[in-house]
Structures are given as structure tokens and as C-alpha cells.
């Protein structure tokens, strides 16, 4: 009957027509199906990790290592009684163990472990361990809820018997478990003792108390006062650092004024004998310091073919702030920023904003000086209650005599002391 249906090809799968494409393969590309699949969404307040462990979408499967069992007998198992060594009420127990392993210890008991609890003599009580406040049966009372508990004194507190004893705090019975234990350790021997500080304890409670009492407006005042403090320590570092930076000028200064003295000491005396304007010397000398202690320019006589113009250009070693300083000036006196670059616009606009910033440098340290004056007066008086430092006016030049600019302008002065004793142009 198989035979027949073959013949007249009855109930054959229909087969595709051989062709060069399905014997070879096609080159084109064939289009890949994706199985979408549904996935679950997020429910809202679940953290995103722990969402990732319940609902993962790609669970790996357990791994499985393959085992040659073959026809090899299982091993026995019995199920036979077991005593647990740290228990005291001989409790019996059972679990499945082999016949082959013989009998052993519970593998459980050494984990039972006990802390070592001084004990005492009435003898030794008497000699060494009395005070005021505790009894011998508070003592005792004490020592053998320590035992019991394990020296977890926050349920030793709870389970205190405070019907037939006083009330203890925590602090109390650390107290007293490690003065009693310090005081058996030393008459034994030992070396190792420890100590407890129960004030210590109870100041340290107290404050962290007093820090988880805080209001929000005590929080934030708080916070207010550290970055004020935060700011205040900032000012004075650049107040430092520009004081050291005014040294190093004058400093600078006074060693290129000294190398010119020597200079003019080795000239021979046929050519001093006729100076020609000795005034002007002494100024080009008083202006080479300056221009030393104020910018230095590139120089551009070795260098090449160059526009005059970026001999004016500010070093970028200036800062920004020195950069406006100098803008700020400039436009006070009504002169162009970028002047026609002249041979002699060029060295007379450099020496000017030079001594610009030689003049800013000075006004700061100025500043600075009067400030510390201020803040010694104030401190003398702080320390003196009743007397009045007395500065002499001298020391108390302002700088409102020169550019008209009052103290009170200086804003690291208003926001660092923030007293009715700050210095300023018109209470100087």
C-alpha cells in the first residue's frame, strides 16, 4: 500500500523546485527575525537593583555537571542521636549521618563560645572591692547577669532587677563591671586591664544627643557659619599670599637699585668728573626698578620681524584681576586703551601700566597693614577691658588722601571682622 501511494505521490510533502539559488545559497541577506518578547515594567518605588534580581529577563540557568553514577550502590544514611557539648539540660537529637563516619563531636559546639567572668571571695570582696552605692548582692546581682547575657550590657540593663535594687543606667554598670574586673586583674597578675570612663561615656551621649535634638533653623545657621568660616580662612590666604608677592617686589626692587649702585661705583672718574643731568640718571634708575618690580615685557629686539603693537600686549603671566585693575585706571584718566603703537607711546604706555600695577600692589599691602592695626586694636582692647590702644596717625594714613578711595570700599575687610571697629576712611 506504501508502495502505491509512492507511485501516484499521494500525502508527499511538497518540495521546492531545485534551483541554482537553493543548492548554492542566495547572496543576499537574509532577514533576521526577532521573537519579541514582553517585558516588565519597573513597579514605582522599587529600587532599580532590586528589581533587576526579582524580574530578570535573562536567567541563567543552574549549572549542571554531568555525573558517571552507572550502576555503583548508594552510599547509607541513618538516622541516629546527637547531644550538643554547650548545652547543660543533656537534650537529644537526631539527623541522618553515615554509618562509615563513627561518632563525633557536634561540629556546631565549638562556636559556643563563653566569656570568662571574674569571680570573687567574700574575703576578697571585703578587702578589695567595697564602695559606696553598691552592695555585696548588687555586685553579685551584676556579675551574674553578665555571665547569663554575655556582657551585652544593653539587656543586662533590661533585665536588671530594679524592684529590689536601684535604677542603673548602662554607664553605671560598665562602671562598676570593669572597676570590679580591673581590681581582680591586678591582684592576679594579669597585665592586660581594662578601663572605662563612665564621664566620658555619659558626655559623649549627651552631645550626640544634643546634635539629633537639632532644628532645622540650627542646622542651617550652622551651616551658614561654617562657610562663612571657610571664607574667611580663603581671604586671609590671599591676604598672605599677596603680602608675600608685595615682598617679593620690594624685595626685588631693592636688590636691582643695589646692582645699580655698584654699576655706578666702577665708573671710572674721567667720566664723572662732567655728569651730564644727574637727576635724569637717578630717575631712569628709580624707573628701571620700577618696571623690574612691575611687568615685565617680552623683548622683541632679537626675535625677528614683529608688529610694534604686540610689544603694549599685557605678559600672560598678568592675571585678570590686574588686567581689569588696569582697564579700570586707564579709563578713569580718559586714555585709550590701544594707543598708536609709537616708538615712544610703546615704552611710556608699558612704564605706565607697570607702575599701575606697582601702585595697586602697594595700595593692597597698605590696606593689609591697616587692617592688621585694626585688628591688634581690637584684640588689645578685647584682652584690656576699659583701655583704648592709641595708633598714631602716622601709621593710620589712609589711602582717601591719595586716590579718594575709602577703606570701606575693601570688601575683605567688611566680611572678615564684621565689627563696629572696622577701619575705614572716615573712622580713621
Not at 59 to 78: C, G, Y
Amino acid at each position: 500500500m506504501a508502495d502505491v501511494r509512492d507511485i501516484m505521490e499521494l500525502d508527499q510533502p511538497v518540495t521546492p523546485e531545485l534551483t541554482r539559488e537553493s543548492i548554492i545559497g542566495s547572496d543576499k541577506l537574509k532577514k533576521r527575525t526577532f521573537s519579541t518578547t514582553k517585558t516588565q515594567r519597573r513597579p514605582e518605588g522599587m529600587h532599580r537593583e532590586v528589581f533587576a534580581l526579582l524580574y530578570s529577563d535573562t536567567k541563567d540557568a543552574p549549572p549542571l555537571f554531568p555525573s558517571d553514577t552507572r550502576m555503583r550502590r548508594p552510599r547509607k544514611w541513618e538516622w541516629m542521636p546527637f547531644t550538643n557539648p554547650a548545652r547543660t539540660d543533656s537534650a537529644v537529637f537526631y539527623h541522618w549521618r553515615r554509618p562509615s563516619d563513627g561518632p563525633k563531636e557536634y561540629p556546631f559546639a565549638k562556636f559556643n563560645k563563653k566569656i570568662d567572668i571574674p569571680t570573687y571571695t567574700d574575703a576578697i570582696y571585703q578587702q578589695h572591692l567595697q564602695t559606696e552605692g553598691w552592695t555585696k548582692e548588687e555586685t553579685d546581682h551584676l556579675m551574674d547577669l553578665a555571665r547569663r547575657f554575655d556582657l551585652r550590657f544593653i539587656i543586662m540593663a533590661d533585665k536588671y532587677d530594679t524592684e529590689k535594687y536601684n535604677k542603673r543606667s548602662i554607664e553605671d554598670l560598665k562602671e562598676r563591671y570593669y572597676k570590679v574586673s580591673g581590681i581582680l586583674a591586678k591582684s592576679s597578675g594579669e597585665r592586660k586591664v581594662y578601663h572605662y570612663d563612665a564621664d566620658h561615656e555619659r558626655r559623649r551621649k549627651e552631645q550626640l544627643k544634643r546634635l539629633y535634638d537639632r532644628t532645622p533653623e540650627q542646622i542651617e545657621e550652622e551651616q551658614f557659619l561654617i562657610n562663612e568660616l571657610k571664607k574667611i580662612e580663603a581671604r586671609k590666604k590671599e591676604r598672605e599670599r599677596k603680602t608675600q608677592d608685595l615682598q617679593k617686589l620690594i624685595s626685588q626692587a631693592d636688590s636691582q637699585a643695589d646692582h645699580l649702585r655698584k654699576a655706578d661705583k666702577k665708573i671710572p672718574k674721567k667720566k664723572l668728573a662732567n655728569p651730564t643731568r644727574p637727576s635724569r640718571v637717578d630717575t631712569s634708575h628709580i624707573l628701571q626698578a620700577v618696571e623690574t618690580a612691575g611687568i615685565k615685557f617680552p623683548d622683541y629686539k632679537n626675535s625677528g620681524v614683529s608688529l610694534r603693537s604686540q610689544r603694549m600686549k599685557l605678559p600672560a603671566n598678568v592675571g585678570q584681576k590686574k588686567s581689569k585693575g588696569i582697564e579700570q585706571l586707564l579709563q578713569e584718566m580718559e586714555m585709550e586703551l590701544n594707543p598708536i603703537p609709537t616708538e615712544e607711546v610703546c615704552q611710556h604706555f608699558n612704564e605706565l601700566r607697570s607702575d599701575m600695577v606697582l601702585h595697586m600692589e602697594l595700595k593692597a599691602a597698605l590696606t593689609s597693614c591697616e587692617f592688621e592695626l585694626q585688628s591688634l586694636r581690637h584684640q588689645y582692647e578685647a584682652l584690656s577691658p576699659g583701655k583704648t590702644l592709641t595708633i598714631p596717625p602716622q601709621l593710620l594714613s589712609s589711602t582717601t588722601e591719595n586716590d579718594g578711595m575709602k577703606l570701606s570700599g575693601n570688601p575683605e575687610i567688611i566680611d572678615v571682622v564684621g565689627s563696629p571697629g572696622t577701619p575705614s576712611g572716615a573712622g580713621t
